[in-house]
């Protein structure tokens, strides 16, 4: 029902090429998310695959038919935008039935379709309220609403929780993940928070000026990114890269190793550097090391709480089957 298939597929805004060719399957069912920074044409893939941009060449597939050519409301799709784009004067159960409404759709259908909707997002109590008498996220929670009750082939959402607070992204991310579990319906989502990425995924694709640099899992992202952007760009806290000597005792142009693979001692170690800042979160502590002739800082990850205040002389040991090796392009060895 919702595979999408990107054949040779470009976009340039005059001289300009923003998306050189590029190849993508999205199967059937997958929750697959575009990630990058700011600029890197995440957002303009999503809207070609929409019909909300052109393509300069190339095709798009979806469920088995070309869809180059067809119109936006014609491609079985629904979009889920940064902005809620509620209407002010009407009431949730309004604004979730609009798009039936629109197609003509009977009300006794279009009641069931809303009434399931909202069940499944928790929004019945909240039915005859309007926008204003809500919080963000529930305004957000009827924006999918909206998109839901089209039953469509997929899902596109273009970060959709980067107006909400930080406790309300995570409980929204949550629940678009089990609303992924419960549909079983193909979903593509942007992003510039490798957090979001990694947390709901199970197909990841990273892109760079346009340019597909990795597709996978987050966890083969993690642990076997092919090149140095990927690296750096997957994992919070980031990965720590050094050149220099170090890099060429193991053969490569950098070496990187994450936060967590790195042991902390008080006495001994491989490398010698003083406690920067210290980030005591209960659970982890973070501690950002100076001072050690190579990197201007290198964070370390420790499980639990560790007795470090800034100053402190610490040593540190890479754990050897845990660093990544790059050549000069920063390309994985």
């Not at 009431?91 to 039936?100: S, Y």
């Not at 678009?176 to 694709?205: F, P, S, W």
């Not at 994992?235 to 890099?247: C, H, I, V, Y």
């Amino acid at each position: 029902m919702g595979r999408i298939q990107l054949r040779n597929v470009t976009k340039s805004f005059g001289d300009v090429q923003v998306i050189p060719p590029l190849d993508l399957t999205i199967e059937d069912g997958e929750f697959a998310v575009f990630v990058g920074p700011s600029g890197c044409g995440k957002s303009t893939l999503l809207r070609m695959i929409a019909g909300l941009e052109d393509l300069t060449s190339g095709e798009i597939e979806i469920d088995g038919k070309i869809a180059t050519n067809v119109p936006p409301a014609q491609r079985g799709l629904a979009m889920v935008f940064q902005s809620y784009a509620l209407y002010p004067h009407m009431t949730v159960r309004k604004n979730i039935a609009f798009p039936l409404r629109m197609a003509k759709m009977s009300k006794a259908e279009t009641d069931q379709r809303v009434e399931t909707a909202a069940k499944s997002l928790n929004l019945m109590d909240y039915l005859d309220r309007k926008p204003a008498d809500l919080s963000g996220g529930q305004r957000q929670r009827v924006a999918i609403g909206r998109a839901i009750v089209r039953e469509p082939s997929a899902f596109l959402f273009d970060e959709p929780l980067s107006n909400l607070d930080a406790a309300l992204r995570v409980g929204m991310r949550l629940e678009i993940g089990e609303l992924h579990e419960r549909l079983k319906t193909t979903m593509i989502y942007v992003t510039h928070d490798q957090v979001e990425a990694m947390t709901m995924a199970n197909k990841i694709i990273v892109l760079r000026a346009g340019v597909i640099e990795q597709v996978g899992s987050p966890l083969e992202l993690y642990h076997k990114p092919q090149n140095e952007f990927v690296a750096g760009f997957i994992g919070s806290p980031k990965m720590n890269f050094l050149k220099g000597d170090e890099a060429a005792k193991h053969g490569a142009s950098t070496i990187g190793i994450r936060p967590e693979h790195i042991d902390v001692s008080l006495t001994q170690g491989a490398w010698k550097g003083r406690v920067g800042v210290a980030e005591h979160l209960g659970s982890d502590t973070f501690i950002h090391v100076h001072d050690t002739g190579l990197a201007d800082v290198l964070t370390v990850r420790v499980i639990g709480d560790v007795s470090v205040k800034h100053g402190d002389t610490i040593y540190l040991t890479p754990q050897g089957d845990q660093i990544h090796k790059f050549d000069a392009e920063g390309l994985k060895q």
